[in-house]
């Protein structure tokens, strides 16, 4: 022990006061603050309470030059969106991130903005986490706490033959977004890479009396049919051309369909519905949430597995089989 | 759309196949098998709900070197130490990990065995996670849910001028176990990498009832103590003489008792007694736990702010104020 600075010890290091200039103003109650070792939540009766995390990593799942409140809104809108899968109502979130030298603080006041906007909008508040350094990407890991009344969880298995395959919204933008990003798609009105920055989640979609089985569209349309298809034991047939685009994916032209049905970051909403609720909804083309009304599409239907083999397959107008060069992004 | 392989849609992406085979071992009734966008926990009735979120990082919080298990294990066991500290018990954990190309199956199985042992040892199962690659150092970030008797948490605040510094076990093994395994110090036994591997959470410590104020001590005595001080608006005084250390930090001699103090890696829990029970612990010198009876040490005191100023002090047997060349460990 030298005899040096005790006066040090009084001052708050470094890290304490990041967390209070960045992160002080989104914490909500359970927060205590910010300044526990952990948030306490009083969980609202008689609800059970809906869980996710996912991390997004600098060059990986945003481009270091995008602006960083959107990627503080994007990875929490991801979050949300695995909510909204389950008809889950938000209730708060927290957050860990491994910092890099080259990540300035302004960075982290514009990421928390974006993040403050967000969690205005969806109605949640920051609970707790911890931040680290790090020689390389920015890591964010951001895991969301939902509630949901006990039963009405809407999850992946539930699927029978028969039911409609059903999609929210458009599909594809976000995924032409990235390519707009990238210099190679002209977006003349910056939609495409606006839906890439800023996806919709569709929280408050009243999934419950309604589909018999749900996910949200993150790694491509094809893909997470097939998900959905194989957790309920069936094939599911996609009609390639009823899938919902956007009038901006449209005029990309028809290069680019593959793109908008593998590329993924849509985080729209994908549900089989049973036959007793289709006409309704063919009728009306939409439903009402409380952040507006969301259109559903019919992209398809569900039928016992092909030759026992469950998965997905796409068909064009004439009913023949479409292929992919690919299937939609595996994280690893 | 290019007229090639349907068939791969039907294959389980990479992703999938590796939660499956690392993580699905792990997972309990709230995960539902990985394989939907959210858990679904109820939770248990009549309580708060305790949580916490940790990040690790490679070559930061460990060493690329060191065993996989421990690292899994070592990382459940820092989130469970901030239960302890509020004197909740475990429910249930989410992970995401940010996976780099040099970090094979192989290093994921044993990491898996490691929380598996841990989790059955303390009662808690894997909810969710998300995994994710990186171009940099492994990133792990674990959130843990805890319960508690709805008013019995113990905070950071509640502490009063008067009531004793007291801490659980030994402080410093974790911090030298590190310079040990940097080859800066001798371990013969191994007792300080295993304490720096494997820290003891000190789950079911009965705090409430007992302490006014509690933390744990995860970036070194001193600077920790600091931040239960200020908290307060108290000063607080560390008698350095009267700091547990266990045999093996002992005999590493007095060149390295400023490592102890300020080093970090303890995970024990530091508590605020007000003097009304501390003749029976004084006593006693211990209380019991689920997992076996757990030291505590009076170490020290919080006495009014000096001089307006909150803080910490240490001091040496003649009461002289001793000083060290750093405080602890800030991770920013």
């Known amino acids: 022990m030298t005899q040096q600075r005790t006066a040090s ?66 990875l929490l809108r991801c979050n949300l969106s695995d909510l909204a899968a389950m008809g889950a109502r938000p209730e708060g979130w927290l957050l860990t991130l491994a910092r890099p030298p080259h990540i300035t603080d302004a960075w982290f006041e514009a990421f928390s903005r974006g993040l403050k906007a967000d969690q205005e909008r969806f109605g949640l508040t920051l609970m707790g986490g911890d931040t680290t350094s790090t020689k390389g990407p920015l890591v964010l890991s951001l895991t969301i706490i939902g509630s949901v009344i006990p039963g009405q969880a809407i999850q992946r298995r539930g699927a029978q033959a028969g039911d409609g395959l059903w999609v929210t919204g458009t599909i594809g933008d976000g995924a032409l977004g990235l390519q707009a990003l990238l210099g190679k798609l002209a977006d003349p009105d910056g939609v495409l890479a606006r839906r890439y920055h800023t996806p919709e989640p ?7 009396g309604l589909a018999s089985a749900a996910m949200d569209v993150s790694d491509g349309l094809v893909q997470d049919a097939g998900h959905l298809a194989r ?15 956007s009038h901006a994916a449209r005029a990309t032209g028809q290069t680019w369909r593959e793109t908008c049905l593998t590329g993924g970051d849509d985080y729209e909403i994908l549900m089989a519905i049973p036959p007793e609720h289709e006409p309704a909804l ?5 439903v009402q949430t409380p952040h507006g009304p969301v259109t559903l599409t019919r992209i398809g239907a569900f039928s016992a597995p092909d030759h026992g083999q469950s998965g997905v397959q796409v068909i064009d107008e004439e009913g023949v089989p479409v292929a992919f060069s690919r299937g939609g992004w595996s994280h690893l």
Chains 1, 2 share one sequence.
């Open 9 to 74: 010890l009084t001052d708050l290091p470094g890290e304490f006061s990041f967390i209070r200039r960045c992160f002080a103003g989104l914490a909500g109650p359970a927060a205590l603050d910010l300044r526990d070792d952990a948030a306490l939540f009083t969980p609202p009766q008689g609800r059970e309470l809906v869980m996710a995390a996912d991390a997004m990593v600098e060059n990986v799942h945003f481009l270091s030059s995008d602006p960083p409140d959107t990627i503080g809104g994007k």
């Open 202 to 208: 569709r929280i408050g979609l009243p999934l419950y």
């Open 231 to 245: 957790e309920n034991g069936l094939t599911v047939t996609i009609r390639a051309a009823d899938v919902p685009l």
């Open 282 to 286: 063919l009728k009306s083309g939409c």
